[in-house]
């Protein structure tokens, strides 16, 4: 059997992107990461608000708002169990 010999260096990151396009994909991520902590508080508010200010039941939360069923389902269940403690 032979073996095969690749020469093979790993690119340094600045040797394949350069600097100035690093800096814009990271401001491009902080504004992508603080606009789904704001929709995420959003949402936990208006399930907060719609669950102990209008007292509504689970199943009409998720009828006002069927599109986001999963992320009701979820802040319900974790407001349940904060306010249990």
Known sequence: MFSVRIDYKEP?????????????????????????VSEASGAACWVYVQ?????????????????ASK??????TWFERLMAE
């Open 12 to 36: 340094k990151l600045y040797d394949v992107v350069q600097k100035e396009e690093i800096a814009e994909f990271e401001e491009v991520m902080r504004k992508t990461i603080a606009d789904i």
């Open 51 to 67: 669950k102990y200010v209008k007292h509504k039941t689970l199943d009409e939360m998720l009828q006002e708002w069927s599109g």
């Open 71 to 76: 992320f009701i389902l979820a802040m319900d």
